[in-house]
């Protein structure tokens, strides 16, 4: 179990440490590529600030939270798929969180069902 002062994953792609294919960053955030796509297109949106998971976020938060969902857009038309595209945050392990930082999900590039992608 990794203990609360560990470094997180994507603290350590932040930092460097790890290598990833980054496609945007600024003073906030990260944008990289999902080393394992669900999807053509599949980007994470990392704030460089730690929140383990989005119920852990408050007010002071507010501020990043949007700018990481007008990123999620920017970045939706940078990728070229601005008219279709899934935004995801999955909330604890049990819904499927494996990385506790949290981090938005873009997946396009096929097309949705209510499940997932169908093709
Ligand atoms: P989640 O399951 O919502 O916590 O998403 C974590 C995501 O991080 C998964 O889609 C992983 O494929 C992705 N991931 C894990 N390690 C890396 C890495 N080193 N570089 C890029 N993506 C990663």
Known sequence: MAEENDLS??????????????????????????????APT?????????????????????ALLGHLLLLAGKVARQLG???????????????GQTVFHLHLHILAGG???EGGLVN
Not at 11 to 30: F, T
Not at 81 to 95: E, K, M, Q, S, T
């Open 81 to 95: 798929c601005a008219d279709a595209f899934r935004l995801v945050i999955n909330n604890g392990a049990d819904a």
């Open 42 to 62: 599949h980007v994470l949106l990392i704030p460089k600030l730690k929140i383990p998971r989005l119920v852990d976020a408050d007010v002071s938060h507010q």
């Open 9 to 38: 994953i994507f603290e350590r792609i932040i930092a460097g440490d790890i290598p990833s294919e980054k496609i945007h960053e600024d003073e906030l955030a990260i944008v990289i590529q999902d080393i394992n796509p669900q």
């Open 111 to 113: 097309r949705f069902s």
